[in-house]
């Protein structure tokens, strides 16, 4: 009987996908601490996961590991090294999230384009006068670089479709043919395009250790008044630069759903930078995500514990499944 450990709290859908199997014993560890984790995974053969540090001594502590499920799209929390080695697959809910995300980004912009917190300050101060000194921005018109051009990047293309936006797509790893079935100009070279865009907004993962892809070189490619939005992961930008440009006036603002350390220390840059809207790592957590998340995570485990692996949702699919040095056969079920 294949053993099931969910680590952290997930929506009471998906712990019913797990009741519904005659096959399989689960446990759900509501507060991951390391010890509590390093026990469970013991007798673990899939694991559903949370936001939490799953490194490679934990992974070596599971022998009966047979998949990783996370309950989200980010993997960064994830030693995705150490599980490739052992050909075990980190599944991720690919199509969960996307519609959450891309709201939430459109209400990012929106926010900052229409000076959102600023205006509602203002009128509880009675200062009307604020909208001489700082105007709106009409997003009709202008110019959408996505950054990342999968499942929630060509969400948020057409909910700013609808608004009017102009919009283009950076993402090398994806055929010409998906950027025209979306009717979105393609970018080759992202830096080129930079100062030639009103909005940048990032939809792509984030490997560890690797640098910021908005460093203080790239962010100044951006011209001026230009609005960035980062839905993605923290380390996909300079912080500190990216508080500095604002705070010089050279970009209009910014709007930030991630950070590098979450929560954020007090003295984090952003959290005193001017122009900015901020939300707490929130995209995802709609209630209709957080249960099609929990669904979808449990509902990939378990189809890898049936010998079932849909190529869609592996992260490390090459990997294990490239053969063996030797000729040996991949260990990983499809």
Request: aromatic letters at 4%.
């Amino acid at each position: 009987m294949a053993h099931v450990v969910v680590l952290g709290r997930i929506h009471e859908a998906g712990l019913e996908l797990l009741r519904a199997r005659a096959d399989v014993t689960f446990e759900m560890v509501d507060e991951p601490t390391r010890a509590r984790i390093l026990e469970a995974v013991r007798r673990a053969e899939a694991v559903v996961l949370r936001p939490v540090p799953f490194d490679r001594e934990i992974i070596e502590a599971a022998p009966r590991l047979r998949v990783v499920s996370r309950h989200g799209v980010g993997f960064d929390s994830v030693d995705l090294e150490a599980l490739s080695r052992r050909r075990i697959p980190l599944a991720v809910t690919s199509r969960a999230n996307r519609v959450a995300v891309a709201e939430h980004t459109l209400f990012l912009l929106l926010a900052v384009a229409k000076r959102a917190l600023l205006y509602h300050q203002a009128a509880q101060a009675g200062d009307f006068a604020v909208r001489e000194r700082l105007p709106t921005l009409e997003l009709h018109g202008c110019r959408l670089l996505l950054v990342g051009f999968g499942r929630i990047g060509r969400e948020v293309a057409r909910r700013a479709g609808a608004l009017g936006m102009q919009l283009l797509a950076f993402d090398p790893h994806l055929d010409d043919a998906v950027f025209a079935a979306a009717g979105v100009e393609r970018v080759l070279e992202l830096d080129a395009a930079l100062p030639t865009v009103d909005v940048v907004s990032l939809h792509l993962p984030y490997r560890p250790g690797s640098p910021p892809l908005f460093d203080r070189a790239r962010l100044a490619r951006l011209r001026p008044g230009a609005i960035l939005i980062n839905t993605a992961r923290g380390a996909l930008v300079d912080e500190h630069a990216l508080a500095e440009a604002l705070r010089e006036g050279r970009l209009f603002g910014a709007g930030i759903d991630v950070f590098s350390q979450e929560p954020p220390p007090a003295d984090h840059p952003l959290l005193h930078a001017p122009h900015v809207v901020l939300s707490p790592h929130a995209a995802a957590w709609s209630a209709e995500a957080m249960r099609r998340m929990a669904v979808e995570a449990v509902a990939n485990a378990l189809a890898v514990l049936d010998g079932r692996l849909d190529p869609e949702v592996i992260v490390n699919l090459e990997a294990i499944t490239r053969p063996r040095a030797g000729g040996g056969a991949s260990g990983a079920s499809s």
